[in-house]
Nanobody, 115 residues
Framework: QVQLVESGGGLVQAGGSLRLSCTASGRIFLINAMGWYRQAPGKQRELVAT???????NYADSVKGRFTISRDGVKNTVYLQMESLKPEDTAVYYCHAARISGNYWGQGTQVTVSS
């Protein structure tokens, strides 16, 4: 099993910044990618950004140029730096880890952007 613990959410004004962190523990040796998804009220969960063990990144079009995903292999932590936040970025953000054996999710952290 893999455990994911997120932190860093909160309330911020439009145009502001936040950094989310997600630390993995447990059977992490077969994780091949980590990422962030989000789910706004009444909407489906959607991909925000992912990063592979090799450092390849992928972003949703809606966050390109504003969000940056990175990872610290020593700390088993992935970060999401969010800049120029918009009210439409308001959602619960979930950390995700992918292994051959399955997918793992964090408990989610709320990000609220006020206009």
């Amino acid at each position: 099993q893999v455990q994911l613990v997120e932190s860093g959410g909160g309330l911020v004004q439009a145009g502001g910044s936040l950094r989310l962190s997600c630390t993995a523990s447990g059977r992490i040796f077969l994780i091949n990618a980590m990422g962030w998804y989000r789910q706004a009220p009444g909407k489906q969960r959607e991909l925000v950004a992912t990063i592979t063990n090799g450092g390849t990144t992928n972003y949703a079009d809606s966050v390109k140029g504003r969000f940056t995903i990175s990872r610290d292999g020593v700390k088993n932590t992935v970060y999401l730096q969010m800049e120029s936040l918009k009210p439409e970025d308001t959602a619960v953000y979930y950390c995700h880890a992918a292994r051959i054996s399955g997918n793992y999710w964090g408990q989610g952290t709320q990000v609220t952007v006020s206009s």
